[in-house]
């Protein structure tokens, strides 16, 4: 595994490459929509599959796919 990058919140374009916005990670099966379509399409929203493994990032990026945890779970890798 790759070192993690946390970042404090959500930012609103891609560290790595600049591209805007950057998606938070939906895990689970979620019930589809026209705007949760909507939302995947532009990149806002990513989905996550419904196998959740701890610790999981909760931001990607739609163009390069760089992943981003938030602060908050750091706590979650000292489990491992």
């Known amino acids: 595994m790759k070192?993690?990058?946390?970042?404090?919140?959500k930012p609103e374009k891609c560290p790595k490459?600049?591209?805007?916005p950057m998606g938070t990670i939906l895990y689970g099966m979620p019930a589809y929509s026209e705007e949760l379509m909507r939302q995947e399409e532009?990149?806002?929203?990513?989905?996550g599959g419904c196998?959740?493994?701890?610790?999981?990032?909760?931001?990607?990026?739609?163009?390069c796919k760089s992943q981003y945890f938030?602060?908050?779970?750091k706590d979650e890798f000292k489990l491992r």
């Open 17 to 20: 490459c600049g591209f805007s």
């Open 3 to 9: 070192k993690p990058k946390f970042l404090p919140e």
């Open 42 to 47: 532009e990149g806002s929203l990513i989905i």
């Open 51 to 63: 196998c959740i493994v701890v610790p999981s990032p909760t931001w990607e990026c739609k163009k």
């Open 70 to 73: 938030s602060e908050k779970d």
